[in-house]
């Protein structure tokens, strides 16, 4: 089958969070599956009740990057990296 992305992704196995609200500090566990710059696939148990646009965390959150859901699967989510509007 032919690949076609912009970009090639790197596959990962790395433990991060969503970080859903940063005022109630809401965080869900999470597994990046892979990883581009422009984007990544996110394991996690329910991919469907997590919002359209939310942050990504692999430092426990030193550091976040905003994600925008672009598909949903049964237990995955493919998310895009946008810039933060300020």
Do not use: N, Y
């Not at 109630?24 to 566990?29: A, D, L």
């Amino acid at each position: 089958m032919e690949e076609r992305r912009a970009m090639a992704r790197t596959r990962v196995r790395r433990s991060a969070e969503l970080v859903i609200d940063q005022r109630t500090v809401e965080r869900i566990p999470c597994v990046l599956r892979d990883l581009t710059g422009a984007g990544a696939c996110i394991a996690l148990e329910r991919p469907h009740r997590v919002p359209d646009i939310f942050e990504l965390t692999l430092d426990h959150g030193r550091s976040l990057r905003l994600c925008r859901v672009r598909w949903r699967g049964d237990d995955r989510l493919g998310v895009s990296f946008e810039k933060a509007v300020d």
